[in-house]
Nanobody, 128 residues
Framework: QVQLQESGPGLVKPSQTLSLTCTVS??????????WTWIRQPPGKGLEWIGH???????HINPSLRSRASISRDTAKNQFTLQLSSVSPEDTAVYYC????????????????????WGQGTQVTVSS
């Protein structure tokens, strides 16, 4: 089973761009077995699916974040990255990278709790 580890700054100022990296170990991110995903949980709220990048490299982003979020990958480093621009305090959350078995992707997008593998999560606070 793969393992995931998030890394990035814990504090970002409003209007700046948040950048988080997920390092995958135990298997290549080019496998068609998993969809690689970013999910967040604001304080006191439920899980929010941000977007994913499968083995094809074609990304899918939550429509509510599409204008600000992008996901990319570095296959040489076995990493995938989230960038979220023009952040505001409403983007304060625990950010998780996660993976789900490919056949479950449709339902897991709507029910993030169904994801199979999770990183430990990283707290990101947007504040001046």
């Amino acid at each position: 089973q793969v393992q995931l580890q998030e890394s990035g700054p814990g504090l970002v100022k409003p209007s700046q761009t948040l950048s988080l990296t997920c390092t995958v170990s135990g298997g290549p991110i080019t496998t068609n077995y998993y969809y690689w995903t970013w999910i967040r949980q604001p304080p006191g709220k439920g899980l929010e699916w941000i977007g994913h990048i499968p083995y094809t490299g074609v990304t899918h982003i939550n429509p509510s974040l599409r204008s600000r979020a992008s996901i990319s990958r570095d296959t040489a480093k076995n990493q995938f990255t989230l960038q979220l621009s023009s952040v505001s305090p409403e983007d304060t959350a625990v950010y998780y990278c996660a993976a789900v078995f490919s056949p479950k992707i449709t339902i897991a997008t709507m029910q993030p709790q169904l994801y199979d593998v999770w990183g430990q999560g990283t707290q990101v606070t947007v504040s001046s």
